[in-house]
Every structure is written in C-alpha cells, then in structure tokens.
C-alpha cells in the first residue's frame, strides 16, 4: 500500500485529501507542521508527500530542501494558495515534482499523486526485470546515466537530482538528436495528458543547471525555438551531416 505523507495546517484540506487518497487504497499520513513532517519522514518514508507552502514555523519550501537531503529522490507535490507564477517556478526550482494550487479538485490531486507513483513504480519495476528499451546505463562523452542506480555522474561527480530531473535527463539521453515539445515531454515523463507545461520548462532549467558547462547558453539539452526541446550528444550520432 502506497504510503502518502500530507504536510498542511489546514486541518479541513487536509483531511478530505486524506479521505480521497484512502479511498484510492493509499495509506496516509497527516500532521499540521514542518518540524513533524520532517519527523515523519525521517521514521516512516513515504513514497510521496504533499507539502503545503505555506506552514507555521519552517514553511514548505524549507521543509522540501531538508527532506532531499534526507530523501533525495522522494517525490513531492506542492500544494499552495500562492498561484502566482514565480511561487510556483519557486516551488519547482527548490525540488518539487509537481505543483498544485488551492482551490483544487480532490479527485485531480489524487490522479496526480497515483501517476507519480506509477512512474517510480515503473521505473523501479524496469530496472528490475530489464524491460525497459533503454539500457541500464546511458553514456554520453562524460554523463553517465546510471538507471538501475538511479544516479547521475557528469566528469566522475555525482551530481543530486529530483526523480522528475531525473526522469527527463534520463529520457533526453535516450533519445538523442530527436525533439520533443513540452507537451509530448508531459506525457512521456511526467504520465499527464494535461497540467501546467510551465512545469517542463523549470525542470528543463533546473537540468541545465546542473549539467551544462554554461546554462545560459547550453550546448546538450538545447532549445528549438518554436517546437520544444532536443539533446544533442557529445558524440555526434551516426549519418549526422553536422557531426564533426
């Protein structure tokens, strides 16, 4: 049984967010505080935790930053009444996978929280029965995509990635010189048929950030303007008229 960690101190939210996720066969974990989430976290990991912004004492974003470094991979869902975009590029940028916004629908949350945990499941299940088409491990010039590890190294340094970062690294990687626009990004990576494409966007920043040498101008995971997005390997691809 799933088990989900909510961090919210509005008792009302979260206790018809805990009623819906019950529902879908999930076991949940409710408490009003960051410093008892941290501490829920830290006893009993959860497979996914819904994190309020807004909180008494260390607020979400806090909160988010100390459970990487105690979980680096846990997945977590914002969930705030600050829509404005830079709360939500804020939100995503310290390490959440994804970002819903209050008022929202109990029943969308919980389809966001179950494509979340089948996409770990997934990749988890891949790994461990080789049916993924990809290989256990992608190599591009000095990245190394370790995918039955679930690690990252760029030049022989490991490098600390969310499992979205991960996931969409992973995915580039494997698909060398091919673009994709954020909404085939969506559905590939994140398992959504709709939701925020602002999300693809962060990420891909967040993932430029750590592995390219300049992320102002990236050299890898680059920009088509006006289509989306494609991963230029450090090893030109056979027959690539432009390789050198």
């Known amino acids: 049984m799933p088990r989900v960690l909510v961090i919210d101190d509005d008792s009302t939210v979260a206790d018809v967010v805990a009623a819906y996720l019950e529902r879908a066969g999930m076991d949940v974990d409710v408490v009003g505080d960051g410093v008892a989430g941290l501490a829920v976290a830290r006893d009993h990991r959860p497979d996914v935790v819904l994190l309020d912004l807004m909180l008494p004492g260390p607020d979400g974003l806090e909160v988010c930053r100390q459970l990487r470094l105690v979980h680096p991979g846990l997945p977590v869902i914002m969930v705030t009444a600050r829509g404005e975009e830079p709360d939500r590029v804020l ?3 310290i390490g959440a996978d994804d970002y819903v916004t209050k008022p ?3 029943r ?8 979340l945990l089948r996409r770990v499941e997934h990749a988890a299940g891949a790994q461990a029965d080789g049916a993924d088409a990809a290989p256990p491990e992608l190599v591009d010039g000095d990245l190394v995509v ?8 760029l030049g022989g340094r490991e490098l600390a990635l969310t499992t979205r970062e991960f ?3 992973g995915w580039f990687v494997a698909h060398p010189g091919q673009v994709f626009t954020r909404a085939q990004l969506m559905s590939a990576v994140w398992g959504w048929e709709f939701g925020d494409e602002s999300t693809v966007t962060v990420h ?3 993932v430029r950030e750590k592995i390219e040498a300049d992320p102002g101008r990236p050299s890898r995971l680059v920009t088509v303007f006006g289509v989306g997005y494609r991963w230029d390997p450090a090893t030109p691809l056979e027959g690539d008229p432009h390789g050198g």
Do not use: K, Y
Request: glycine share 8%; charged share 30%.
């Open 91 to 93: 939100g995503l940028q």
């Open 104 to 106: 929202f629908s109990p």
């Open 108 to 115: 969308e949350l919980v389809l966001r929280v179950q494509s």
């Open 146 to 153: 370790d995918r039955a590890g679930h690690r990252i190294r």
């Open 167 to 169: 996931d969409l690294l």
């Open 204 to 206: 891909v920043r967040r």
